[in-house]
């Protein structure tokens, strides 16, 4: 019914360059928050960026002037624009959105974190 698409990731070089991207469709009421979380092997979960409906934005101290949250919603969209990548950003990165949606009954659902599956990003040394 609603559906987060990531696309973006790959294999990038130390000191390049990636921009990610969320999309969510469904039949939407509302998309409030909107971030991206990263997990690197064997460590926790940690947020990345995230942007709020009124263009408020939090970096983690580690990606500070490096990477820039923004999006477009008349396309429902949130990318994740990564510079001066460094091999430490190695991470599945995940799209997570506060967000309100109907369900196929037409009841109205809330959500604080509805989570995409995730897209890899790699950075080689």
């Known amino acids: 019914q609603v559906h987060l698409v990531e696309s973006g990731g790959g294999l990038v070089q130390s000191g390049g360059s990636l921009r990610l991207s969320c999309t969510v469709s469904?039949?939407?009421?509302?998309?409030?928050?909107m971030g991206w979380y990263r997990q690197a092997p064997g460590k926790e979960r940690e947020l990345v960026a995230q942007?709020?409906?009124?263009?408020?934005?939090t970096y983690a101290d580690s990606v500070k002037g490096r990477f820039t949250i923004s999006r477009d919603n008349a396309l429902n969209t949130v990318y994740l624009h990564m510079n001066a990548l460094k091999p430490e950003d190695t991470a599945v990165y995940y799209c997570?959105?506060?967000?309100?949606?109907?369900?196929?009954?037409?009841?109205?659902?809330?959500?604080?974190?509805?989570w995409g599956k995730g897209t890899l990003v790699t950075v080689s040394s």
């Open positions: 469904g039949r939407i009421l509302s998309l409030t928050a």
């Open positions: 997570v959105v506060e967000l309100c949606y109907y369900r196929d009954d037409d009841t109205p659902v809330c959500q604080r974190d509805y």
């Open positions: 942007i709020s409906n009124g263009g408020t934005t």
